[in-house]
T-cell receptor
């Protein structure tokens, strides 16, 4: 059973508009959440994170929102650029056994020029 | 500049072969991980290690083993490769709980 879910396998957005990527989790023991970006034939790279004591974290064009009661987080990219086209993985870790990081299945974002 | 290096970008092996995937990190990280990435399934954790000679099973350890004899090196071993182990394998490391993980470039393994 997937503990971290990304229900949209793909998303297309016009350049300059907002991209919103969603993630849901089931394990209430998770208390730290991360987003990674992955280009083909490369390893994922860290994008932004949020601790469960916050509900928002912002870094330039990227903002992550956390709704603990709904066990839901989202990544907003504003404005979207063609270089943002990649697969985005949501990940969670926390007070589970040791330091495991659990990843979702990913959402493929295409930003159309 | 932080670095996680995987020994091979592409590998082709025959069914039944013993396969070694090597990973080295230069950041003095405590934790190291092996994931495999398959379409629609995301990154699934095979094994991780939180210290030298220590290892823990992830979500899909069957058919794999690992070795961590030195802090900077974490090896994934396929005891007897099978076609369903054809995948992209990703190594990662981090400092500890609630810290970002750094990934290697991945090894695309094909078992024929």
């Amino acid at each position: 059973d997937q503990q971290v879910k990304q229900n949209s396998p793909s998303l297309s957005v016009q350049e300059g508009r907002i991209s919103i990527l969603n993630c849901d989790y089931t394990n209430s023991m998770f208390d730290y959440f991360l987003w990674y970006k992955k280009y083909p034939a490369e390893g994922p790279t860290f994008l932004i994170s949020i601790s469960s004591i916050k509900d928002k974290n912002e870094d330039g064009r990227f903002t992550v929102f956390l709704n603990k009661s709904a066990k839901h987080l989202s990544l907003h990219i504003v404005p979207s650029q063609p270089g943002d086209s990649a697969v985005y993985f949501c990940a969670a870790s926390g007070r589970t056994s040791y330091d495991k990081v659990i990843f979702g299945p990913g959402t493929s974002l295409s930003v159309i020029p | 500049d932080v670095k996680v290096t995987q020994s091979s970008r592409y590998l082709v092996k025959r069914t039944g072969e013993k396969v070694f995937l090597e990973c080295v990190q230069d950041m003095d990280h405590e934790n190291m991980f092996w994931y495999r990435q398959d379409p629609g399934l995301g990154l699934r954790l095979i094994y991780f290690s939180y210290d030298v000679k220590m290892k823990e099973k992830g979500d899909i350890p069957e058919g794999y083993s690992v070795s961590r004899e030195k802090k900077e090196r974490f090896s994934l071993i396929l005891e007897s490769a099978s076609t369903n182990q054809t995948s992209m394998y990703l190594c990662a490391s981090n400092w500890g709980l609630n810290t970002e993980a750094f990934f290697g470039q991945g090894t695309r393994l094909t078992v024929v």
